[in-house]
């Protein structure tokens, strides 16, 4: 359980980016393959922005992480389907898993909110502003419309009769989609002020240092 789940953990309080891997709690049907196949980032992505200035964002690094993310996601769909014997009265292990994939969905979610409230609490040295709160309420609604969008494809992706021949397509896809989530993060970080930005993101090293 620790191996499954720490490395995650600490992927979300640092990233916000969320499960790069497949990842499925601890019960549910597949976990054990999920465990064994998870993989994590090569370096890890900030807590700050990965840019310098919201005029100038650096595309190049974004899309070295998201091309990376991209690959880790697919990998772990094709170790878990290698890895799973499905019953045999069962033939679309799309259907078999989806709900076991809804509830590592949902506990991902779960752990963002973590890293949300640290963003909405008042207790720091420079809380968000009201106009800041609109954005990061603005940042919010399109991080939950891209992981949809991942959820779904991985279904999909799931379901294909032969991955091999449409993997790059899929690849394309979640490289798009992962890089949009970071586009808008960065958008969103290098839009507050200096003072709550660094509220911020040392807020979130401080919570990655207390949970190591």
């Given at each position: ?17 969320n499960s790069h891997s ?8 597949g976990w054990e393959a999920a465990n ?177």
């Amino acid at each position: 359980m620790v191996k499954q789940t720490l490395p995650f953990l600490f992927c979300i309080i640092v990233s916000g980016i969320n499960s790069h891997s497949i990842w499925i709690p601890e019960g549910n049907f597949g976990w054990e393959a999920a465990n064994k196949c998870y993989v994590t980032l090569n370096s890890e992505i900030p807590p700050k922005a990965i840019s310098q200035n919201i005029q100038n964002l650096d595309r190049i690094k974004m899309a070295a992480y998201a091309i990376e993310s991209a690959e880790l996601r697919i990998s772990s769909i094709d170790c878990i389907r290698d890895s799973i014997t499905l019953p045999d009265t069962e033939t679309n292990i799309s259907k078999v898993l989806s709900p076991s994939l809804l509830s590592g969905y949902q506990m991902e979610e779960s752990f963002f909110q973590l890293e949300w409230r640290i963003l909405l609490a008042e207790n720091r040295p420079y809380p968000l502003t009201p106009s800041e709160m609109t954005l990061a309420k603005q940042w919010l609604e399109s991080h939950n419309e891209i992981k949809q969008e991942i959820f779904a494809l991985t279904l999909e992706y799931l379901s294909e009769k032969n991955p091999n021949s449409k993997r790059e397509r899929y690849l394309e896809l979640f490289t798009g989609y992962y890089g949009s989530m970071l586009r808008e993060r960065d958008k969103f970080l290098l839009s507050l002020s200096v003072e709550s930005y660094l509220s911020y993101t040392e807020a979130l090293k401080q919570r990655k240092e207390k949970s190591e």
